[in-house]
């Protein structure tokens, strides 16, 4: 599918907020990849984080947006501690989902939650999994 | 020097071996740590936007405690509760902009620049007391066991807050140190899914497959964690896995904390057998360690 790149798509006010609520310069980024080799749930991912970041340069706002990568991403840390770059990606994931989040949407729904999940799951896991999924 | 120790929630309930087993064992190794009189939940994560202040107050609302209390250090079990306590100790003593934002925030307690040490058990056994004399004082030394050191991201991730930055060998010199064998593992700081096992479980399950397959190709008989997401999520999927026959066996999977339990020579009332899996029992039995009258978790 073609995609139209030109200074008329590129988001200049996404990229800085992306910038702002990470901490993050995204321009960094080269995406030479070494964080999707070191990412855990890499292997069902559809997008893996380089594209994430090349979109995230490009102010792809939309796109990114209706991505699952961040909401497979398990904060594990292995991207960042990785990155030759030095960019936090965790943080930059933590970014993309806080903008759907703070729309008042939830990523999961904690009353689906089946009933005998929620009586075995440690707490660490309600409260790990409500922080990063649910607004 | 004055320590308190920090349980964190599911320690109470769900991780109770993990605590019972290590309380038992700092008793009978005559360290003194006292549960801070009052606390809450640390948050489990790390808040990682750089706007969002109010989720690093719960973590340094312990932190607070711990200085009331007078106490120098801070010592954890529970690897999530480590990395969020640890993580916030460091924005608290590094960040003056926002330090200052969060101690004019909390208006009951005392300011807080950082003063509390936050230690991982482990960490705290090796400079605290010391593996020989630790090794001094076992009465069942798990000689002949080959165990496998699952460290996960949070005792090693980020590297600011890294049980041991240097060599990361700390849980495998603990096991030596019990008298075991050490084995190491490609897979050994691979996440286990962590909580999303909540949206993505076949992911999780995935990936505990491949973190047990590596462990058992390496010669493990049992696996070792002091997380108890990970516990629960290495656990749990290992049925349905061999079902599907991505891994060989069962592998038991125990805390660190139960295991020096069973080496100082506590019994089942301390390392609490009750509260693992039946393949993690059989192991027990198999090496003739008491598991007392167990209730077996599928």
Same mark, same amino acid.
């Given at each position: 599918m073609a995609i139209e790149i030109s200074e008329k798509t590129i988001k200049h006010e996404f990229i800085e907020k992306i910038n702002q609520l990470s901490a993050?310069?995204?321009?960094?980024?080269?995406?030479?990849?070494t964080c999707g080799g070191a990412?855990?749930?890499?292997? #069902?991912?559809?997008?893996l984080p380089r594209k994430i970041m090349r979109m995230l340069q490009l102010g792809m706002e939309e796109r990114i947006l209706e991505l699952e990568t961040g909401w497979e991403c398990?904060?594990?840390h292995a991207c960042t501690v990785n990155c030759p770059r030095g960019i936090d990606l965790a943080r930059v994931m933590e970014a993309v989902r806080l903008l759907v989040l #703070?729309?008042?949407?939830?990523?999961?729904?904690p009353s689906r939650l089946p009933a005998a999940a929620v009586r075995e799951l440690p707490q660490i896991a309600l409260v790990s999994g409500f922080r990063k999924l649910t607004s | 020097m004055k320590v308190s120790y920090y349980p964190g929630c599911t320690l109470k309930t769900k991780a109770k071996h993990l605590e019972d087993s290590a309380l038992a064992s700092l008793a009978a190794l005559g360290v003194d740590v006292r549960e801070l009189p009052r606390w809450n939940c640390c948050g489990a994560v790390h808040s990682l936007?750089?706007?969002?202040?109010?989720?690093?107050?719960a973590p340094v609302r312990d932190l607070v405690r711990a200085m009331d209390e007078g106490s120098d250090r801070l010592v954890t079990l529970c690897s999530m509760c480590y990395n969020s306590l640890a993580r916030a100790n460091l924005l608290m003593r590094n960040d003056e902009v926002k330090r200052k934002t969060i101690n004019d925030f909390m208006t009951e307690e005392n300011d807080y620049h950082g003063e509390v040490e936050v230690e991982h058990l482990i960490t705290f056994l090796r400079d605290t007391l010391g593996w020989d004399n630790l090794r001094a004082k076992?009465?069942?030394?798990?000689?002949g066991m080959k165990i496998a050191s699952y460290y996960g991201c949070t005792l090693v991730r980020?590297?600011?807050?890294?049980?041991?930055?240097?060599?990361?060998?700390v849980i495998n010199e603990f096991v030596e140190a019990l008298g075991a064998r050490a084995v190491d593992f490609g897979?050994?700081?691979?996440?286990?899914?962590s909580y999303q096992v909540l949206a993505h479980p076949d992911s999780v399950t995935e990936v505990v497959g491949r973190i047990i397959q590596s462990a058992t190709d390496a010669g493990a008989d049992a696996l070792i964690l002091s997380c108890p997401l990970c516990e629960y999520n290495l656990v749990k999927n290992q049925e349905e896995l061999l079902q599907k026959q991505k891994i060989a066996r069962r592998l038991p999977v125990f805390y660190f904390s139960q295991l020096l339990a069973m080496a100082l020579g506590l019994g089942p009332e301390s390392y609490?057998?009750?509260?693992?899996d039946a393949a993690s029992v059989e192991f027990l039995k198999s090496k003739n360690f008491p598991v007392g009258s167990t209730a077996i978790r599928p």
């Open positions: 993050q310069d995204i321009s960094m980024c080269f995406q030479c990849g990412c855990p749930m890499s292997a #069902r991912m559809a997008t398990a904060s594990c #703070r729309k008042n949407i939830n990523k999961i729904e | 936007a750089d706007d969002d202040l109010i989720h690093h107050v076992l009465k069942a030394p798990l000689t980020p590297k600011d807050v890294a049980i041991e930055p240097a060599s990361g060998r897979a050994s700081t691979v996440c286990c899914g609490r057998p009750d509260m693992n």
